[in-house]
């Protein structure tokens, strides 16, 4: 497999797990910071948009994944791809810290 493929699959795990917490408010009912907001990503958007932001984050995670090796069962792109959830979770955990402070 091309280098492209690992690409695909990092980025798949990264869509993927940013899904996770905009549909997780969203089906609460929660607003949670979104690109949309204002400021983008500082500002709360609705559930309904978050339940939006989630399902296209879903449709280009499942996109990347069919184009890498991770469905294949390649181990490497599987350990990419957890790169890729590993990387932006531990990212927006730092960005999102401050979001309930005043």
């Keep these: 497999m091309h280098g492209y493929g690992y690409v695909a699959a990092f980025f798949a795990g990264a869509f993927l797990a940013n899904a996770l917490p905009h549909l997780?408010?969203?089906?609460?009912?929660?607003?949670?910071?979104?690109?949309?907001?204002?400021?983008?990503?500082?500002?709360?958007?609705?559930?309904t948009l978050n339940v939006?932001?989630?399902?296209?984050?879903?449709?280009?995670?499942?996109?990347?994944?069919r184009l890498s090796p991770v469905l294949a069962g390649s181990e490497a792109a599987l350990g990419t791809c957890f790169a890729g959830v590993a990387a932006i979770s531990l990212y927006l955990s730092r960005r999102f810290a401050t979001k309930h402070r005043a």
Excluded: K, Q
């Design 52 to 65: 939006v932001w989630a399902l296209v984050n879903i449709a280009i995670g499942y996109a990347l994944l």
């Design 24 to 47: 997780v408010h969203g089906m609460s009912g929660d607003r949670f910071p979104s690109p949309f907001a204002r400021p983008p990503g500082r500002g709360l958007s609705s559930p």
